[in-house]
């Protein structure tokens, strides 16, 4: 027998006391074996395909169109091995809401985080999931989201943690909209004197799924099947049926990752539970439907309570915009009715396009849940943004604070690390505008603006609010809804106003007390938004429109923080530009 302090420990004492430690020690193994790295080998290349029932070229992952969808664990690494077949452009795949925290180049922004993958070549994303909820990726690449280029990102729990909601079983929808017309058309017709706007897309699509030409809504009340708004031989845009049992709750899972369309979504006679808006729990709320902008995610608990004999709508349709784009719609299919049999109700009405104040009371209910961190009481810088349409040597451009974004060869990332003063703008881009004299809610009265890729340069670990600005554009009413989305990082959103935000009016209306964590946030016309964040994720992070056209007409700007406590970067997010060379030789 063993002694302690001349005390005899026998063999029973020391099984018992490694059984205690055992025990204490458990959840921490579990934990740490739970953890997975989750290998995906993905190629990107251009396919023939039919969102619509209008054969097209979409940007396909593994022949397929949405790309896979990935699924995992907090505290899982994701390693995606991603080759680029196609035969004349870059790619790069931007992971929505994830913070990649000590991972900044897989961020997948090109010339910002990484540079573009050139064909032929492969990059290996790879970083990890720190937080449960609803995500998607997408390509972050001139207008290749447009093109098709997305799927869905979930992160579940980890092993042996409980959600604060029940629910019985799980959907999931990724929303977007589709155009006949060839991005690289559009892509040209952006950058062109006169001015050719992109439009309004011809089909909205669920699941990568939608009909155009031949609209379910219309045919509700007749016995045509839904099978006959399929493409002939194929399933490619047969509506995906949400299949259900009567008296369950279901997690409905929704993210947009629309172009340009802002939405509103409703399911005939059934109600939804709010509980988790990009990745983070809010205060459950009821609503009959909801906005969701590009960008934006949620989960939504649905109750199968309404007559189980029927079959019920799900329909999207175009906000903020005057729709010209027809709803998209699903089934709701309860069991066990037959998936073809088409409800006996017309589908759910959208709101009038341009009925804001519907708007805001939704995006207004929008509270943190008990627990959810607090912002801290006082900001140490603030920066406000004036959100602005504008002419450069004829050309029309988006722009805040009369700068319009235009990204530079080399990646920030590298630049900045490796002190590259010529690679990027070395002067500060303006933090406010000429708040006194300019009108929000008239054309600019001198519509010039300058190119540049200047960087807010952060303090670490300091307290930064953004404030969102809008005005009016270079059309007289014309004020446009902007979905604004910040990388790695959450924000706490203080609050929305109407107007030009005035610190000594509108200061006292910030929400510190449970104010939701958002990376997407929307600015209503002529009015601002507040946004409050900390600094405190080493790396470069773009803060732009989530709408397509508009980042691609400048609509951005670059946050950088803590570069210097990065200890390397790997060779692929620097060889490229004035980096190429001399970094070409950099281990890892």
């Keep these: 027998m063993g002694t302690t302090c001349g005390l005899k420990i026998d063999p029973l004492y020391r099984y018992v006391r490694a059984l205690v430690i055992c025990f204490i020690l458990l959840p921490c193994i579990q934990l740490s074996l739970g953890a997975k790295t989750r290998h995906l080998k993905w190629e990107v290349e251009y396919k023939y395909w039919s969102p619509d029932c209008i054969e097209n070229i979409v940007m396909a992952i593994n022949g397929q169109f949405p790309g896979p969808t990935i699924r995992a664990k907090v505290g899982d690494t994701i390693s995606v091995e991603l080759t680029n077949k196609l035969s004349t452009e870059g790619v790069v795949i931007h992971w929505h809401g994830i913070r990649q925290i000590g991972t900044p180049w897989a961020d997948g922004t090109a010339s910002i985080s990484q540079c573009a993958i050139n064909p032929g070549e492969t990059f290996n994303y790879r970083f990890k999931v720190d937080k449960p909820g609803t995500y998607f990726y997408h390509g972050h690449l001139g207008m290749q989201r447009s093109a098709g280029l997305y799927g869905s990102l979930i992160v579940d729990l980890a092993e042996g943690e409980k959600e604060p909601f029940y629910y019985d079983g799980e959907l999931n929808l990724l929303l977007s909209d589709w155009w006949h017309e060839n991005t690289h058309d559009q892509e040209v017709g952006l950058f062109t004197n006169p001015f050719r706007w992109v439009g ?346 989530h709408i397509e056209p508009h980042l691609h007409m400048g609509m951005g700007v670059i946050f950088a923080e803590g570069v210097d406590r990065l200890s390397t970067i790997p060779n692929e997010g620097l060889t490229c530009g004035l980096t190429g060379k001399m970094f070409s030789g950099q281990k890892n």
């Design 200 to 545: 309004e897309s011809q089909s909205l699509l669920i699941n990568g799924r939608g009909q155009y030409n031949c609209s379910l809504a219309a045919k509700f009340s007749s016995n045509t099947s839904i099978s006959q708004c399929k493409l002939r031989g194929t399933e490619q845009c047969a509506p995906k049926i949400l299949h259900v049992l009567p008296n369950k709750t279901y997690r409905l899972r929704l993210a947009s990752a629309t172009s340009l369309a802002s939405l509103n979504l409703a399911i005939g006679n059934h109600k939804m539970l709010v509980v988790e808006a990009d990745g983070n729990y809010v205060q459950p709320f009821e609503v009959d439907d909801l906005d969701i902008y590009s960008g934006e995610s949620y989960s939504v608990l649905l109750t199968t309570n309404q007559d189980p004999s029927n079959n019920y709508w799900l329909s999207i349709g175009v906000r903020g915009r005057l729709p010209q784009t027809p709803q998209g719609l699903t089934i709701l299919n309860y069991h066990p009715n037959s998936a073809s049999k088409l409800p006996i109700s017309a589908p759910p009405v959208t709101p009038v396009w341009n009925d804001y104040n519907h708007s805001k009371a939704f995006t207004n209910k929008i509270l943190a849940l008990m627990g959810t961190p607090k912002p801290p009481i006082n900001h140490d810088r603030r920066i406000i943004l004036l959100n602005t349409q504008n002419k450069i040597d004829g050309y029309t451009k988006w722009a805040l604070n009369n700068v319009s974004l235009v990204l530079p060869p080399t990646p920030y990332l590298g630049s900045i690390k490796y002190g590259l003063k010529n690679a990027f703008d070395q002067k500060n881009p303006p933090e406010n505008f000429d708040s006194i004299n300019y009108d929000v809610t008239k054309p600019p009265v001198n519509p010039n603006s300058t190119y540049g890729n200047g960087v807010y340069m952060l303090g670490f670990n300091t307290t930064v609010d953004v404030i969102l600005q809008n005005a009016n554009a270079l059309s007289a009413n014309v004020s446009e809804i902007h979905p604004w989305h910040l990388h790695g990082h959450d924000f706490w959103v203080l609050g929305y106003g109407d107007g030009k935000f005035s610190a000594d009016k509108d200061e006292k209306k910030l929400n510190l007390k449970n104010p939701p964590l958002r990376n997407s946030a929307i600015i209503f016309p002529y009015g601002w938004t507040a946004l409050r964040f900390v600094a405190d994720n080493p790396g470069v992070w773009a803060f732009h429109c």
